[in-house]
């Protein structure tokens, strides 16, 4: 799927959604628990198995290291969020400047 700026996927396994914040212009694969996260899920379908794990935290950006594509979460779950099928990793804040 290509994936726009301000496209919001939401999951088809649990209520997993996020909103595309970066991304490189490319197709990319964006799955949740196994399963390729849609803009207009239909009917809930089972997660794949061992794919249960670290689910996303609402307010949380995520990314994928080596690639440009940011994600926000909007609503969290409890499936692995993978993109291209590297799980994607909380991005970390950046370090204040020291005041002195």
Do not use: N
């Not at 794949?48 to 609402?58: E, S, V």
């Not at 940011?70 to 590297?86: F, I, K, N, T």
């Amino acid at each position: 799927m290509k994936l726009r700026v301000g496209q919001t996927l939401k999951s088809v396994v649990d209520a997993t959604s996020v909103v595309v914040i970066k991304s490189p212009g490319g197709d990319a694969a964006v799955t949740c628990g196994g399963h390729e996260m849609t803009e207009q899920p239909g009917e809930p379908v089972p997660a794949a198995d061992g794919d249960d794990g670290p689910g996303l935290m609402l307010g949380k950006r995520y990314t994928v290291e080596g690639t440009e594509i940011e994600l926000l979460c909007s609503h969290g779950g409890r499936y692995a969020v993978a993109v291209d099928g590297v799980v994607v990793e909380q991005k970390s804040a950046k370090p204040l400047p020291a005041s002195d």
